[in-house]
Structure formats: structure tokens, C-alpha cells
């Protein structure tokens, strides 16, 4: 099962992939992850990349298309996976459905969550990551058992320098003229479902495993 998540940024892609790739036992690829990892540990790729993210723009297509086809290329991919911030632009989409077509293979769905602007604004100041792990909490609604530590690797949680509220307003004006085209893009392929992500996560997730059955 190929899945691919579409929707603004903080509209809780990740939160949802992360249960997906739980419930169905396949690899959750966030091509955001792969790039903080990177900056984390100081490669040439994430020097790169961490001048357009503090920015709040997109990584530019020849940098991020190359990483998400060798992670794909992978062997736990074989079954499936589930793409989080891949693609968010019309030529990355078209790269990756060449690259499927020349395997005889298809995106099985695309989910985009659905949340207005207003909403992502508030739910970012209050995210919390771990630069280690890629776990995500909220300091109101998904708190760690210990204020400030990851509950699943024990590092030190932060707020993302691209959450600052500035840099989410351009996330969300980059979102929209970049990446929402993806939506008739895989409406017209006929894989495109839509869940409502204003929703509490759970009954949000359970929106998604009815659209999976
Ligand atoms: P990326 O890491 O993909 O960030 P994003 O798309 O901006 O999305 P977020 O991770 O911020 O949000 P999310 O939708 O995953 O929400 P989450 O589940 O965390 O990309 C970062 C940057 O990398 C980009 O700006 C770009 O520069 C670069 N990049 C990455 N991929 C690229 C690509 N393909 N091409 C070019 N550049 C690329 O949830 C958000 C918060 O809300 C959390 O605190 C969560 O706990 C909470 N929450 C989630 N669901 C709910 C709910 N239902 N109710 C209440 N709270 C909720
Ligand atoms: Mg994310």
C-alpha cells in the first residue's frame, strides 16, 4: 500500500503517518525528518537545506527528489509506505510518478487533512520535536510524560526554528501557492481522499483506517 499525505503544514501529517506506518507495518517517510536529521548531524545536505527551511520555503526540487527516490528504492519499501511532505510541488509529484510507473506501480491514495489557516497558527507554537527520534508532542494536546524530554529516546524536545510564528505564516503562503495544486493533481488520478484534521487526532486516524479498509 503506497499512501502519500497532503496537507498544510502542522495540519497533523505527521502525527497520522507516524500511526499509519503502526497500524499497516510500513516505513513512514517524512523527507522533513531526513532533512533535520541531516542539519542534526551537521552533513552537506542539511547545510543546505537549513537555509531555505529556516525560511519557511521549499528545499529546491533537485535536492529533495534524489533523497526520496533512493529511500523508496529501499528494501522495507517493497510493501509500501507512507510519504509525509513528499511531494509538495507539481514537478516533484511528476518525478515520482514516473518513477513508479517505470516499476509497473501506483500511489494507492493520497489523504489530504483538511485544516484551515487559522487553526495551524495556534497548533504550532505548541508543538514540540525530537531532533533525534522525529517523535512530535504538543504541549497541550500530546504532552510528554516529562515536560521538555522525549518520552521515546529521553533527548531534549525543542521548538523547530521554522514554528516561529513568522516563518509559519510564509510555510503557509508557500503551502498554498506550491503544493495545494497536488490536491486536483491526485484528484484527477482518482486516489484523492479528503479527512476533515480539525478533528481530535484519534477520530481523525479512525477517518483514515475507514478510507485504508
Ligand atoms: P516538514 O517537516 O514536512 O513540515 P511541514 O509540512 O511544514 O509539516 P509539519 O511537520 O510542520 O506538520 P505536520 O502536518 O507533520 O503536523 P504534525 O503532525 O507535526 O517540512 C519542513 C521543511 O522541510 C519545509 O518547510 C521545507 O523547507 C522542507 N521540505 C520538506 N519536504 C520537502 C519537499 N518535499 N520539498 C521541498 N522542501 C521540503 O502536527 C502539528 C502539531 O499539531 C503537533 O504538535 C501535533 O501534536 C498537533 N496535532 C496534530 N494533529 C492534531 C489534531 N487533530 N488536533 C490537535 N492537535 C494536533
Ligand atoms: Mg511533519
Same mark, same amino acid.
Do not use: W
Given at each position: 500500500?503506497?499512501?502519500?499525505?497532503?496537507?498544510?503544514?502542522?495540519?497533523?501529517? +505527521?502525527?497520522? @503517518?507516524?500511526? =499509519? &506506518?503502526?497500524?499497516?507495518?510500513?516505513?513512514? =517517510? %517524512?523527507?522533513?525528518?531526513?532533512?533535520? @536529521? #541531516?542539519?542534526? #548531524? +551537521?552533513?552537506?545536505?542539511? !547545510?543546505?537545506?537549513?537555509?531555505? $527551511?529556516?525560511?519557511?520555503?521549499?528545499?529546491?526540487?533537485?535536492? *529533495?527528489?534524489?533523497?526520496?527516490?533512493?529511500?523508496? &528504492?529501499?528494501?522495507?519499501?517493497?510493501?509500501?509506505?507512507?510519504?509525509?511532505?513528499?511531494?509538495? /510541488?507539481?514537478?516533484?509529484?511528476?518525478?515520482?510518478?514516473?518513477?513508479? /510507473?517505470?516499476?509497473?506501480?501506483?500511489?494507492?491514495? @493520497?489523504?489530504?487533512?483538511?485544516?484551515?489557516?487559522? #487553526?495551524?497558527?495556534?497548533? !504550532?507554537?505548541?508543538?514540540? &520535536?525530537?531532533? %533525534?527520534?522525529?517523535? *512530535?508532542?504538543?504541549?497541550?494536546?500530546?504532552?510528554?510524560?516529562?515536560?521538555?524530554?522525549?518520552?521515546?529516546?529521553?533527548?531534549?524536545?525543542?521548538?523547530?526554528?521554522?514554528?516561529?510564528?513568522?516563518?509559519?505564516?510564509?510555510?503557509? #503562503?508557500?503551502?498554498?501557492?506550491? /503544493?495545494?495544486?497536488? =490536491?486536483?493533481?491526485?484528484? @484527477?488520478?482518482?486516489?484523492?481522499?479528503?479527512?476533515? +484534521?480539525?478533528?481530535? $487526532?484519534?477520530?481523525?486516524?479512525?477517518?483514515?483506517?475507514?478510507?485504508?479498509?
Amino acid at each position: 500500500m503506497k499512501i502519500i499525505m497532503l496537507g498544510a503544514p502542522g495540519a497533523g501529517k +505527521g502525527t497520522q @503517518a507516524k500511526m =499509519i &506506518a503502526e497500524k499497516y507495518g510500513i516505513p513512514h =517517510i %517524512s523527507t522533513g525528518d531526513i532533512f533535520r @536529521a #541531516n542539519i542534526k #548531524n +551537521g552533513t552537506q545536505l542539511g !547545510m543546505e537545506a537549513k537555509q531555505y $527551511m529556516d525560511k519557511g520555503l521549499l528545499v529546491p526540487d533537485e535536492l *529533495t527528489v534524489k533523497i526520496l527516490l533512493d529511500r523508496v &528504492a529501499q528494501d522495507d519499501c517493497k510493501k509500501g509506505y507512507v510519504l509525509d511532505g513528499f511531494p509538495r /510541488t507539481i514537478p516533484q509529484a511528476e518525478v515520482l510518478d514516473k518513477a513508479l /510507473t517505470e516499476l509497473g506501480d501506483k500511489i494507492d491514495y @493520497a489523504i489530504d487533512v483538511d485544516v484551515p489557516d487559522e #487553526n495551524i497558527v495556534r497548533r !504550532m507554537g505548541g508543538r514540540r &520535536a525530537c531532533l %533525534s527520534c522525529g517523535a *512530535t508532542y504538543h504541549i497541550e494536546h500530546v504532552p510528554p510524560k516529562k515536560e521538555g524530554i522525549c518520552d521515546t529516546c529521553g533527548q531534549e524536545l525543542v521548538l523547530r526554528d521554522d514554528d516561529k510564528p513568522e516563518t509559519v505564516q510564509n510555510r503557509l #503562503n508557500v503551502y498554498h501557492e506550491q /503544493t495545494q495544486p497536488l =490536491i486536483e493533481f491526485y484528484q @484527477a488520478k482518482g486516489v484523492l481522499k479528503t479527512v476533515d +484534521g480539525t478533528v481530535d $487526532m484519534k477520530d481523525v486516524f479512525t477517518a483514515i483506517t475507514e478510507i485504508l479498509k
